[in-house]
């Protein structure tokens, strides 16, 4: 082999490697990039746009992948590039994601989003009771059966444009509409040291968290885990339920 074909070789598997280890990091940002195309068609001069944004809290940080301000409420967004159908509830500690037969877990979208809702309330204290609408946004290869609450949009990503525009009754002034502007932005946290902080320790939770599973283990409250038979059929569930509801495949 010639030093030029080992050298191709070499960039061959550090490329292939680079994208078997950040598959999932790449298919989130290509879904984020669509709709930050998408978002810019929104008029300007009624909606704000906030995409990629990092608020620190008294449970750490939360990375939000788009705010949408308005005159008519606060639209944040949660984007999921996921292929296959799509199953599962807002109860449910896990959705399954199945292609082709294969089916994979995926953290809750929903309760995902929630989390970010009161992160972004904790910077908005005078706006407590403010209207935040909470979209999660899924790509057009998915296929969606899911239940959600109340509280919450399950859409795909090219309907987000129309959700929005379905909130067309003003509940914030002008001045209150830039008044929360300018609070996001000085929360939003752009020091890369502080984002490469929350990436670690998110990555570590999850490894805990699939660690305690794989050990029979429920990372809610460290009870055991027991096979469960329900309604579609047996999955995992902590032993003290109903004091403790976690569940999953």
Request: charged fraction near 20%; hydrophobic fraction near 40%; glycine fraction near 6%.
């Amino acid at each position: 082999m010639s030093v030029l074909s080992a050298i191709i070789a070499i960039i061959l598997f550090v490329g292939l490697f680079y994208l078997a280890v950040n598959h999932a990091k790449i298919k989130g940002l290509i879904g984020e990039k669509t709709l930050i195309s998408i978002l810019r068609f929104l008029d300007k001069n009624m909606y704000s746009i906030f995409n990629d944004v990092y608020i620190e809290h008294g449970q750490g940080t939360s990375q939000i992948d788009h705010i949408v301000v308005s005159k008519f409420g606060i639209f944040v967004i949660e984007t999921k590039n996921y292929k296959g159908i799509i199953s599962g509830s807002y109860k449910s500690d896990k959705w399954t994601q199945n292609i082709w037969g294969n089916k994979y877990s995926m953290p809750n979208p929903i309760r995902q989003n929630k989390a970010h809702l009161y992160a972004l309330k904790s910077v908005l204290p005078n706006y407590a009771q403010l209207r935040c609408i909470s979209i999660i946004a899924f790509s057009s290869t998915a296929t969606l059966y899911v239940a959600v609450d109340e509280y919450t949009k399950v859409i795909y990503i090219r309907d987000v444009i129309n959700v929005i525009k379905s909130y067309n009754e003003a509940i914030f002034s002008e001045e209150q509409v830039q008044e929360i502007c300018n609070l996001i932005s000085k929360a939003n946290v752009i020091d890369k040291t502080v984002r490469n902080k929350h990436k670690y320790v998110v990555q570590q939770k999850v490894l805990s968290r699939n660690a305690q599973i794989a050990a029979g283990i429920c990372p809610y409250c460290g009870a055991e885990l027991v096979q469960r038979y329900g309604k579609y059929g047996s999955f995992i569930g902590c032993s003290r339920y109903p004091k403790c509801k976690f569940t999953t495949k």
